[in-house]
């Protein structure tokens, strides 16, 4: 069944852009002493808030992440915003797109962290792991050079200890224990939903389609992202699995408001205000070692190294500094009217072939205009979309 | 330089097939390269060859060496060196090596402190700074960290090593030196806490070669080894960084032809 996902990045909004720019970098190194502890205090009471805005206009997912060292995203743990989500909401699917397997440490411990959160919210979880961005294995010093096989041999041991009866043993290369066995175990059975997101590694698309996982696409370029499901839909029958759209999802980037115009102008500053949040961009001299805070060793094949460096083309910024008409153009922003969301929506749900739909929305500074774009998507775009899948 | 006339590149296997530069006449010394790698037979290599048999083993995972897949640390680095020493049939010997490698050249003393007659530690890694200004070879592009290995890296000697163009060779060395070096020292960064106490075995004479401007391995670091090593000396280089055997060949070679003379070896 077509499934609406709302992705909340929880930003800290309101640090001083100018020291960043003059950082040239807003994450890892980027000093902490210009956080507030009163202002985040106040963003994640309105966070949480949204949380049972976004179940009360029809979402059926709410998704969480997990990053570190910077003010894009203040999620050091997604497990404790799905706690949170576990009490606040009653219907919606608490998706954690995810957990990142190397950087956690004890997949023993956080399989038992999930069951937690499958129960107190009757089974309600759906559990996303990932390798995570370079960065985060360099802000919790986990050796890069091991993050593959961590994230195969931790997704191996977490399922074993769902749903095969302990106590074991589990002796692998990276983990060892004498005695698996945990009580609490998750509701659902034979354990929660596991998805993977993913932004176009090749190696993230062959693990979720040799197991059948669904594969969530996280704004992703389009041209890429019609290869790595067409990638994925070889290697899930190869594997005998039958990919339907159930097993493959798109999250971009959306803003509503009543017309086009109003949205293209709000949709401007949106685009303005994360470019800031992400990079302070704006008047923004790099810093020179951001590059390798993207590339640490052993994070992408030797291959992939060389043809980056021989094809400098890749930037890590590549979505924010090509600018707004051109996101616009490009489609990695979905903005303007319901008619036209739910027009560019739909195209992209056809193009691809998904069965998931995420919106991730940029947080403002007003608060009021997240919600009005959260009671359109609710009220105009979801009614229209969902009658267009069902039509298929 | 033509390089076939100083050195012949020869396998030695011991517990895997290790590459080795050779070259030279006279006791033998057995150098080890650390991060900066391989980079072919560069003049520190051809003034120590006048005094020495030098033999300059490619690091374990990187070119023709090969790493076994058990490898997990400095010590088994040690482990696979000293078996290929072995087979090689270098009993008694001066061993030395840069930084990452003057920490596998440290690791491999503690082990075997009789078979070497002289240690010989550069700019060595293998202590911790604590520093957050200490340049962190993960948390920067590597030839980024290189330069910052030398007293001025606007100079011809670091600009014809380092910044001209380099092709997929180059490339495929850096990424495969870089990997080892996050093998061996991603975590704890560059440093085993049982080092220096394992260091108190070795009591054959020791050279740490400093350059006076190392802010890679500060002074400081020197002073550590000197406190650890019973009988060791320190031979400052002027006008050097971290990497004094790229930067001053000359001066850092005088000084290991000194301390070998020394030895009494030849």
């Given amino acids: 069944m077509f499934q609406l996902h709302y992705f909340v990045n929880h930003p800290y909004l309101g640090y001083p852009h100018e020291a960043a720019a003059e950082f040239g970098a807003v994450m890892l190194k980027f000093s902490n002493r210009h956080f507030d502890g009163e202002r985040a205090a106040e963003l994640f009471e309105r966070y949480h808030e949204e949380y049972v805005v976004a179940e009360q206009v029809g979402f059926d997912s709410i998704v969480v992440n997990e990053h570190h060292s910077a003010p894009a995203a203040m999620s050091p743990s997604p497990n404790i915003f799905a706690t949170v989500l576990a009490k606040v909401t009653s219907r919606v699917k608490i998706f954690i797109a995810g957990n990142i397997l190397p950087v956690n440490g004890n997949p023993v411990r956080l399989a038992e962290e999930l069951a937690l959160i499958d129960l107190f919210s009757k089974g309600r979880l759906i559990s996303g792991f990932v390798r995570g961005g370079a960065v985060e294995s360099l802000a919790m010093s986990v050796n890069t050079l091991h993050n593959r096989e961590i994230f195969a041999e931790a997704h191996d041991l977490i399922l074993k200890t769902w749903t095969e009866p302990g106590p074991f043993v589990w002796e692998g290369k990276h983990y060892h224990y004498r005695c698996v066995n945990p009580w609490a175990l998750p509701m659902q059975k034979p354990h929660p939903q596991i998805m993977i997101p993913g932004s176009t590694s090749r190696e993230t698309v062959e693990f979720a389609a040799e197991r059948g996982y669904p594969y969530v696409a996280l704004a992703t370029r389009l041209e890429a992202t019609d290869q790595l499901f067409a990638d994925y839909n070889e290697i899930a029958e190869q594997a005998g699995h039958v990919p339907t759209p159930g097993h493959r999802g798109y999250f971009t980037r959306v803003h509503v408001a009543p017309t086009d115009e109003q949205a293209l102008e709000e949709g401007r500053e949106q685009f303005g205000g994360r470019v800031a949040q992400i990079t302070s961009m704006v008047d923004m001299k790099i810093h020179p070692d951001v590059a390798a805070w993207m590339a640490p060793p052993g994070y992408v094949s030797r291959e992939a190294a060389i043809a980056r460096r021989r094809y400098m083309g890749g930037t890590p910024y590549a979505f924010f500094t090509q600018g707004y008409e051109k996101a616009l153009e490009t489609r990695q922003m979905i903005i303007g009217s319901p008619d036209t969301v739910v027009r560019q929506l739909n195209e992209l749900r056809l193009r691809f072939g998904v069965g998931h739909l995420g919106v991730s929305h940029f947080a403002v500074e007003d608060y009021g205009r997240t919600r009005r774009n959260l009671e359109l998507l609710g009220e105009e775009v979801f009614p229209r979309l969902r009658e267009l899948a069902a039509e298929d | ?266």
Avoid at chain 2, 24 to 33: D, K, Q, Y
Avoid at chain 2, 34 to 52: D, I, N, S, V
Avoid at chain 2, 171 to 187: N, P, R
Wanted: with cysteine; hydrophobic share 45%; charged share 20%.
């Fill in chain 2, 1 to 266: 330089m033509n390089d076939s006339d100083q050195h012949a590149r020869v396998t030695l296997t011991g517990l895997a097939p290790l590459e080795v530069l050779r070259g030279g006449n006279g006791p033998t010394l057995v150098w080890l390269h650390g991060e900066e790698g391989q980079r072919g037979w560069l003049p520190h290599h051809a003034r120590l060859a006048e005094r020495f048999t030098v033999m300059a083993p490619t690091l374990p995972g990187i070119g023709a060496s090969e790493l076994p897949d058990w490898v997990n640390g400095v010590p088994d680095m040690a482990k696979v060196l000293l078996a290929a020493l072995d087979d090689g049939g270098v009993r008694e010997c001066i061993l030395g090596g840069v930084s990452m490698g003057g920490w596998i050249a440290a690791e491999m003393a503690s082990m075997e402190p009789a078979r070497f007659a002289g240690l010989v530690l550069a700019g060595s890694q293998g202590t911790a700074t604590g520093d957050m200004n200490t340049p962190d070879l993960f948390l920067m592009p590597y030839r980024r960290y290189i330069s910052f290995g030398y007293n001025d890296a606007r100079s011809g000697v670091f600009q014809d090593l380092w910044a001209g163009e380099f092709d997929d060779d180059a490339v495929t060395q850096d990424l495969e030196v870089m990997e080892l070096s996050a093998l061996l020292g991603f975590k704890p960064y560059m440093h085993d806490r049982s080092l220096l106490p394992a260091l108190a075995r070795y009591s054959n004479p020791a050279l740490l070669v400093w350059g006076a401007n190392d802010v890679i391995t500060p002074p400081a670091v020197a002073e550590r080894f000197l406190d650890a090593l019973p009988a060791s000396e320190l031979a400052t280089i002027a006008d050097a960084g971290h990497y004094a055997h790229l930067e001053r060949a000359g001066a850092f070679a005088d000084a290991v032809i000194q301390f070998g003379a020394k030895l009494g070896t030849d």
